[in-house]
C-alpha cells in the first residue's frame, strides 16, 4: 500500500539557494583580494630563510635563493597569484582561464596550502618542533592558510538542495544530507565551457606544443631526480593537485585541442623530448629508472591492445615478457644457457617476439572462447604456469634448459655495428652511460609499438576489436569472427611484449622466474600492467604510456615506507578510481560512459591523441 506524506515540512519542489562560499565568513570581494595577497606573499616568502639549520635536506637557510621545497611553494604560489589576477580580469592574464578562474583558483590555493603545511610539518617534525622555523617559514604558512580560507570563500552557484523528510529514519537523512553536501562540494569547483582557441599560425600553434613537450620533460626529469623523501611526497602534492588547478582552468583542454590538431607532430616531438631525457642527467643513476620506465610503457600499451581495444582481460600478461626475455637470453651467448649460441640482436629480437608469438597462439587458440571472469581466470594460470615451468626446467626436476630458480646469469651486453651498448659515449660532449644507451634503443622499440598501436587501431580489425569490446553478441550478428579478431589482439599483444622482453634480459644481465610474477611491490607484474591500462586510460595510446611511468616512478620513490608503501599506494588508486575512473587520459565513449549524469565535457581526448 501507497502513503502519501503530508507534512507541510516536506516541501515537494527544491528551494534555490543564494551564491555563497564554502566558507560563508567573508565578503566575495575581501576573500578574493585575501587570496590574491597570500598568493604574492607565499611568492615572496620563498626568498626567505625558512630554517636555522642546514640539517633539514635541501638547505633551507638562504635569503634570495629558493631551493628543494621552496621552490615547489614558489610554483604554487605564482600560480594562485595568476589565477586570481586572471579573476580579476587583468590585461593578459584572461587567456590563463579559458573555462573560469574560481575553480582552477580554489585548487591553485588548496595545493599551496597543502604544499606549504607538509613543508611546515616536515621541518617541525625533523627538527624538533615548529620553534626551528625562521620568519620565512611562519610568514608562508600563514600566508598558505589565509590563501586556502580566501579561496573557500569565493562565492558559486549553490545546487539546489531537496528538504529532509522528517519521517525517514535517522540513517537516511544522514545520506540525505550527505549527498547535498557533496552535491554543494561538487558545484564549488564547477566550471563552465571551454573557449575556443583563437585562430593561430601554424608556426605559433607549433611553438606552443613545444613549450608543452619542454614543461612536460622538465616535469618529469625533476620528479626521476628528487633527492630525499620530504621532496619527492611535496612533488606528488604539487604535481597532483596542480594540474587539476590547470585542468579546471581549461589549459588542459585547449592543449588536448592542439595536440590533436597536430597529431603526428605531437607524437614525433613526445619522442624527441624523450630522446633529451639522458642529456639532462649528471650520471647514469637516474637513465636506469628512465630505461625501466620505457620497458614497464612498452609491455603496458602492448596490453592495452588486448584490455583496451579488444576488451579482453588478461592476467597473466607479464608471461609473455618473460618468455621474450628467457627466450633472447638464452640465445644471447650467455654461458649459462645451455644452447650455447650467440645470435645477432637482430635475430634474438625476431626469436623473442617470435616465442612470445607462438605461446600467445597456443594458450589463445583454446581459450579465447571463454569470455569476462572465465578467460581472467585462464590467462591467470598461464601467468603461474610460466613461472613454475622455468623453475622446474633445471635439470632434476624437468630438462635442463632455464636453470631453474638460479636464472639465466651474465647475459652479455648489446653490440649493433660495433656500438657497445656497456660502453661508455660521448656524443655532443655529453657522456652516456650503459643505461642511457639502452634507454635510446628502447626508445625506439616503443616507436615500433606506437606506430603498431595506431595503425592496427585505426584499421579495418581494430574497429573490429572495438566492436568486440563493447558487444560481442552484437558483432557476431554483424558478421564479425570474433574468434579470429581476438586470436589476432592476442598474438599481437604477446609478441609485442615478447620484443621489450629481448631489451630487458639485457638490461639486466639476469632473467629469473621471480621477476615474472602475477603481484608484487615492484613492477613490471600482472597487476601492475593491468592497472596501468586502467588508471592510464583503456584504449588511448598516451593513457598506458603515462599510467606506467607513475606505476613504475612512485613505488620506486616511496620504498622507504616499507610495508605501508601498497596500502598507501593501493589507497591513492581506490581515490583515482572512484574520482576518475575512466582513468587519467580518457577517450570520448569512456567518457561518456562514466559521466552519463554529468555535463558533457565540452574537450574530450581522441584515442590514440
Known amino acids: 500500500m501507497t ?12 528551494a534555490p539557494a543564494e551564491a555563497t562560499g564554502l566558507i560563508d565568513l567573508i565578503p566575495a570581494k ?8 597570500a598568493g604574492v606573499l607565499t611568492v615572496a616568502s620563498c626568498f626567505l630563510a625558512w630554517t636555522w639549520t642546514p640539517s633539514f635536506p635541501g638547505d633551507l637557510t638562504f635569503y634570495g635563493s629558493p631551493a628543494g621545497l621552496q621552490m615547489q611553494v614558489l610554483v604554487t604560489g605564482v600560480l594562485t597569484t595568476l589565477f586570481a589576477l586572471s579573476t580579476y580580469g587583468v590585461k593578459g592574464t584572461r587567456w590563463l582561464t579559458p573555462a573560469g578562474g574560481d575553480a582552477a583558483l580554489k585548487l591553485a590555493a588548496i595545493a599551496n596550502f597543502a604544499i606549504v603545511w607538509f613543508t611546515v610539518g616536515a621541518i617541525s617534525i625533523t627538527l624538533g618542533g615548529p620553534i626551528n622555523l625562521e620568519p620565512g617559514g611562519a610568514v608562508v604558512a600563514v600566508a598558505g592558510l589565509l590563501g586556502l580560507l580566501g579561496a573557500l570563500a569565493l562565492p558559486f552557484e549553490r545546487p539546489k538542495q531537496l528538504p529532509v523528510d522528517p519521517e525517514d529514519t535517522g540513517w537516511d537523512q544522514f545520506k ?14 564547477a566550471t563552465g565551457p571551454v573557449r575556443k582557441l583563437p585562430a593561430m599560425h601554424s608556426s605559433v600553434e607549433i611553438l606552443i606544443i613545444t613549450g608543452i613537450l619542454a614543461v612536460a620533460l622538465g616535469v618529469f626529469t625533476y620528479g626521476v631526480g628528487t633527492e630525499y623523501d620530504e621532496l619527492f611526497l611535496g612533488f606528488l602534492i604539487t604535481t597532483g593537485i596542480g ?26 616531438g613526445a619522442f624527441t623530448a624523450a630522446a633529451l631525457f639522458p642529456f639532462t642527467q649528471t650520471d647514469d643513476q637516474y637513465a636506469t629508472l628512465g630505461v625501466y620506465i620505457l620497458i614497464f610503457a612498452t609491455v603496458a600499451l602492448g596490453l592495452n591492445i588486448v584490455v583496451g581495444l579488444a576488451g579482453l582481460l588478461d592476467l597473466g600478461y607479464v608471461a609473455f615478457l618473460g618468455v621474450g626475455a628467457y627466450a633472447a637470453a638464452l640465445v644471447s ?10 645470435f645477432p640482436f637482430w635475430a634474438a629480437v625476431l626469436v623473442g617476439a617470435a616465442a612470445s608469438l607462438v605461446f600467445g597462439v597456443l594458450i589463445g587458440a583454446p581459450t579465447l572462447r571463454l569470455r569476462g571472469d572465465y578467460l581472467a581466470i585462464v590467462t591467470l594460470g598461464f601467468g603461474e604456469i610460466f613461472r613454475i615451468a622455468v623453475n622446474n626446467t633445471d635439470g632434476t626436476s624437468g630438462p635442463d634448459i632455464t636453470n631453474g630458480s638460479n636464472g639465466i646469469a651474465s647475459i652479455p651486453n648489446l653490440s649493433i655495428f660495433g656500438f657497445d651498448f656497456g660502453a661508455e659515449h660521448a656524443i655532443a660532449g655529453f657522456t652516456i652511460g650503459r643505461f642511457a644507451n639502452y634507454f635510446f634503443l628502447m626508445l625506439l622499440i616503443m616507436a615500433v609499438v606506437v606506430l603498431v598501436f595506431r595503425r592496427s587501431g585505426d584499421s579495418r580489425i581494430g574497429r573490429a576489436w572495438v566492436a568486440i569490446r563493447e558487444d560481442e553478441t552484437a558483432a557476431l550478428a554483424m558478421g564479425i569472427n570474433g574468434f579470429r579478431v581476438k586470436l589476432i589482439a592476442f598474438a599481437l599483444g604477446a609478441s609485442l611484449a615478447g620484443l621489450a622482453g629481448t631489451v630487458q634480459a639485457h638490461v639486466t644481465y639476469t632473467v629469473t622466474p621471480e621477476q615474472y610474477l602475477f603481484a608484487g611491490p615492484i613492477p613490471p607484474n600482472s597487476a601492475f600492467l593491468l592497472a596501468a591500462v586502467v588508471l592510464g586510460g ?16 612512485i613505488p620506486n620513490k616511496l620504498q622507504f615506507m616499507g610495508e605501508f608503501q601498497l596500502l598507501a599506494f593501493g589507497v591513492a588508486l581506490i581515490l583515482l578510481m572512484r574520482f576518475r575512473p575512466e582513468g587519467m587520459i580518457a577517450n570520448r565513449r569512456n567518457q561518456l560512459e562514466f559521466h552519463e549524469k554529468d555535463e558533457t565535457p565540452a574537450t574530450l581526448a581522441k584515442a590514440g591523441a
Open 3 to 14: 502513503t502519501i506524506s503530508e507534512n507541510s515540512k516536506a516541501a515537494a519542489a527544491p
Open 30 to 37: 575581501i576573500a578574493r583580494a585575501l587570496t590574491l595577497g
Open 176 to 189: 540525505h544530507n550527505f549527498g547535498n553536501g557533496w552535491d554543494t562540494f561538487k558545484a564549488a569547483f
Open 243 to 268: 594540474f587539476a588547478a590547470l585542468n579546471k582552468s581549461g589549459l588542459m583542454a585547449q592543449a588536448t585541442q592542439l595536440t590533436s590538431k597536430h597529431q603526428n607532430l605531437s607524437i614525433a
Open 333 to 342: 651467448g650467455a654461458p649459462t644457457s645451455p644452447f650455447g649460441v650467440h
Open 538 to 553: 583503456m584504449g588511448t595510446m598516451s593513457g598506458p604510456l603515462v599510467g606506467a611511468s607513475l606505476l613504475f616512478l
